[in-house]
């Protein structure tokens, strides 16, 4: 009997988050309707709600508005609205650093976020996997002698809290996975190994502590 039922959570669970997820995004996509007059609106032609018009509606939002600041004019105006951001208390600091973080994180040209390397922490001896979101900039560098790189190590099982590190290159392994794989075998406590892992001799490890 007890089988059976851990069988139906093992399969049901993943279902049941996996659709919760999707509702909590489709729900506050959906907001962008609330952007169109009351008669414009789907649900007064169709007489009933259709859930996911909203997001059709915020990838077209979003599709236009990347057209529109690529061109010339759409630089120029995008450049005068963050001046005008620029010049108001509050909202500049919020805008500012909101900015720099997307910038940073979607840019095809940033390296945020894109490797997966091994760290040693909380204490030597002890290793957990972080994700490399740059170099160490401004005053900072100038304290700090080497070649250091910035990582973010995300706790588990949320991975949204976590911890800001600067540390040595030299100190970090690069791994040979994605990460998303990574992102996985944080959530999941180390349960879901990425197959590069599972195949993978741990050879280099033993080296750097070798070192």
């Given at each position: 009997?007890?089988?059976?039922?851990?069988?139906?959570?093992?399969?049901?669970?993943?279902?049941?988050?996996?659709?919760?997820?999707?509702?909590?995004?489709?729900?506050?996509?959906?907001?962008?309707?609330?952007?169109?007059?009351?008669?414009?609106?789907?649900?007064?032609?169709?007489?009933?709600?259709?859930?996911?018009?909203?997001?059709?509606?915020?990838?077209?939002?979003?599709?236009?508005?990347?057209?529109?600041?690529?061109?010339?004019?759409?630089?120029?105006?995008?450049?005068?609205?963050e001046l005008i951001l620029k010049r108001i208390p509050v909202v500049n600091s919020i805008y500012s650093s909101v900015k720099q973080v997307s910038d940073t994180l979607l840019s095809s040209s940033g390296n945020a976020f894109r490797k997966a390397v091994l760290v040693e922490f909380p204490r030597k001896g002890s290793w957990t996997i972080a994700f490399v979101t740059g170099a160490p900039g401004g005053d900072v560098k100038n304290h700090l002698q080497g070649d250091y790189i910035s990582v973010y190590v995300p706790t588990t099982p949320n991975p949204t809290g976590g911890y800001f590190l600067m540390m040595p290159k030299a100190d970090t392994i690069e791994l040979a996975m994605t990460v998303d794989e990574a992102l996985k075998y944080i959530v999941s406590m180390g349960v879901v190994a990425p197959p590069e892992l599972v195949a993978k001799k741990a050879v280099e490890l033993p080296a750097k502590l070798a070192s």
């Open positions: 009997m007890r089988k059976y039922f851990v069988t139906g959570l093992l399969i049901l669970v993943p279902l049941a988050i996996t659709l919760w997820v999707l509702k909590t995004i489709i729900g506050t996509m959906d907001q962008s309707l609330l952007l169109l007059p009351e008669q414009w609106r789907p649900e007064v032609f169709l007489k009933y709600k259709i859930p996911g018009m909203g997001v059709i509606l915020t990838l077209l939002i979003v599709f236009i508005t990347g057209v529109a600041a690529r061109n010339f004019i759409g630089k120029r105006v995008l450049r005068l609205w």
